[in-house]
């Protein structure tokens, strides 16, 4: 039984990596769920939840959750965009990085201070340096006195509610 489950999974990840590397990773955005995630539909309707590499935006719920996911928003939603494949997370969303016109999408939500640089996962020391410019220039998030990161809100709010 636990070897059927995992070659399922195994397909389904194939599936949906194979549905995004179909035309060398290209998609349309067609929903937003915050600044870090979303949702594109390859070109054979397929619908590939994606979470951007690299980066921690704000929750939803947290503050500027609602002006980061509104950021990334005004960049892709609606818009063609290409995907760099890096794996896929343990919620088996498809991890990439975001090129709309040849920007990296990603880096843009690190360098409007509407995300963090994801330490715990980051790779490229690119997404560390965008952080601390932000930082210094008090950009975005890092406008709030007191800016908490999402991995620490989210053991806060698990904590608190106890879940």
């Known amino acids: 039984?636990?070897?059927?489950?995992?070659?399922?999974?195994?397909?389904?990840?194939?599936?949906?990596?194979?549905?995004?590397?179909?035309?060398?990773?290209?998609?349309?955005?067609?929903?937003?769920?915050?600044?870090?995630?979303?949702?594109?539909?390859?070109?054979?309707?397929?619908?590939?939840?994606?979470?951007?590499?690299?980066?921690?935006?704000?929750e939803k719920k947290q503050a500027f959750g609602q002006k980061s996911k509104k950021a990334l928003s005004d960049m892709v939603y609606l818009r063609d965009v290409r995907l760099s494949l890096k794996g896929q997370d343990r919620y088996q969303r498809t991890l990439a990085i975001i090129y709309y016109q040849d920007k990296n999408i990603n880096l843009e939500m690190v360098k409007q201070g509407m995300a963090w640089a994801y330490k715990q996962y980051s790779h490229d020391p690119i997404y560390l340096q965008a952080q601390e410019n932000a930082q210094a220039k008090r950009i975005g998030l890092w406008a709030d006195n007191n800016p908490i990161e999402p991995s620490q809100w989210r053991r806060q709010e698990k904590n608190q509610y106890g879940f």
């Open 1 to 58: 039984m636990m070897k059927n489950c995992l070659i399922l999974i195994s397909l389904l990840f194939l599936t949906a990596l194979s549905a995004c590397s179909s035309e060398k990773g290209n998609c349309r955005v067609v929903g937003i769920s915050d600044g870090d995630t979303l949702t594109c539909l390859t070109r054979g309707n397929k619908q590939v939840k994606v979470r951007l590499a690299e980066i921690d935006a704000p």
